[in-house]
């Protein structure tokens, strides 16, 4: 590792605002922490993307976050982290931290659901690549995943209908699935899905055990700069959004998320 400073920035990045939802937990649990974000919302969602293309995107922005001096490079995003975490790693090297959203997820439940069956909603991309079968069948605890694919959730929260019939037609379509039947728990597996957890816990009466994994990411950021010894001691924290394709959905939701007037700097990928 190269000679990181504590108080470069924390870069986190996802296809548009879904990571947003981690990167306001990680600002109120590491409020001395500034943070460089990038959405990537020319080419959201992700989750409808090939391996190929999301792992390009990927790479290019964790150069970006590079240029950035960022000592933490975050994927915030279940698609990323499938298809590019191990590639991003290797590209990044010794020059910054690199954290996916998936692996602290997968320690948090063999810690407290051992033993249970455990819903998962996400992307195609998530669901179709195993990998949060194949982590929980190596942690081998005696989890049974049941997973699902909700492909239209993700697309429909970046257009802003969160709160009607549209996000509860689809809801109802999804989790009635007889995949997702007889489970002791869902992990939202999307980072968008945090931003309806409210009407996911209606569907179930909030008798449901719903895993909402940013709180878990952003603990597991602050574990990794702990440990590095790199967590900021010093004051005047700064907030830098990017975005490949400007959005007034992404500069309404930075608002409604940081409760401030956020400055959006156009950064498109392959110019």
Same mark, same amino acid.
């Given at each position: !590792?190269?000679?990181?400073?504590?108080?470069?920035?924390? =870069?986190?990045?996802?296809?548009?605002?879904? @990571?947003?939802?981690?990167?306001?937990?990680?600002?109120?649990?590491?409020?001395?922490?500034?943070?460089?974000?990038? =959405?990537?919302?020319?080419?959201?969602?992700? @989750?409808?993307?090939?391996?190929?293309?999301?792992?390009?995107?990927?790479?290019?922005?964790?150069?970006?976050?590079? +240029?950035?001096?960022?000592?933490?490079?975050?994927?915030?995003?279940?698609?990323?982290?499938?298809?590019?975490?191990?590639?991003?790693?290797?590209?990044?090297?010794?020059?910054? %931290?690199?954290?996916?959203?998936?692996?602290?997820?997968?320690?948090?439940?063999?810690?407290?659901?051992? =033993?249970?069956?455990? /819903?998962?909603? @996400?992307?195609?991309?998530?669901?179709?690549?195993?990998?949060?079968?194949?982590?929980?069948?190596?942690?081998?605890? @005696?989890?049974?995943?049941?997973?699902?694919?909700?492909?239209?959730?993700?697309?429909?929260?970046?257009?802003?209908?969160?709160?009607?019939?549209?996000?509860?037609? %689809?809801? +109802?379509?999804?989790?009635?699935?007889?995949? %997702?039947?007889?489970?002791?728990?869902?992990?939202?597996?999307?980072? *968008?899905?945090?931003?309806?957890?409210?009407?996911?816990?209606?569907?179930?009466?909030?008798? !449901?055990?719903?895993?909402?994994?940013?709180?878990?990411?952003? +603990?597991?950021?602050?574990?990794?700069?702990?440990?590095?010894?790199?967590?900021?001691?010093?004051?005047?924290?700064?907030?830098?959004?990017?975005?490949?394709?400007?959005?007034?959905?992404? %500069?309404? /939701?930075?608002?409604?998320?940081?409760?401030? !007037?956020?400055?959006?700097? *156009?950064?498109?990928?392959?110019?």
């Amino acid at each position: !590792m190269r000679q990181l400073a504590s108080n470069q920035p924390i =870069g986190i990045f996802d296809s548009g605002i879904g @990571g947003l939802t981690i990167a306001k937990e990680v600002v109120r649990q590491l409020p001395q922490e500034s943070i460089v974000y990038f =959405g990537d919302t020319a080419h959201l969602p992700y @989750g409808d993307k090939s391996t190929a293309a999301i792992q390009a995107y990927s790479v290019k922005i964790a150069h970006l976050l590079l +240029q950035q001096q960022c000592k933490l490079i975050l994927i915030a995003c279940n698609s990323a982290a499938s298809a590019a975490y191990e590639l991003v790693k290797e590209y990044v090297g010794k020059q910054a %931290l690199v954290i996916d959203v998936i692996t602290p997820t997968i320690n948090y439940l063999r810690e407290h659901y051992a =033993g249970k069956v455990i /819903g998962l909603i @996400g992307t195609k991309q998530t669901v179709n690549s195993n990998v949060y079968k194949k982590k929980i069948d190596d942690v081998a605890v @005696g989890i049974r995943l049941k997973s699902y694919a909700t492909p239209l959730l993700a697309t429909t929260i970046e257009e802003g209908f969160t709160n009607n019939l549209v996000i509860e037609s %689809l809801l +109802q379509e999804y989790l009635s699935h007889t995949e %997702l039947k007889n489970i002791d728990a869902l992990v939202l597996a999307c980072t *968008h899905y945090p931003i309806i957890k409210h009407k996911i816990a209606e569907f179930y009466q909030n008798k !449901m055990d719903i895993i909402d994994t940013s709180e878990i990411i952003a +603990q597991a950021v602050r574990a990794q700069l702990e440990y590095h010894q790199l967590l900021n001691k010093t004051a005047n924290p700064s907030k830098h959004f990017y975005v490949s394709d400007y959005t007034e959905s992404f %500069l309404a /939701g930075t608002k409604l998320f940081f409760d401030e !007037m956020i400055k959006l700097e *156009h950064y498109p990928l392959w110019e």
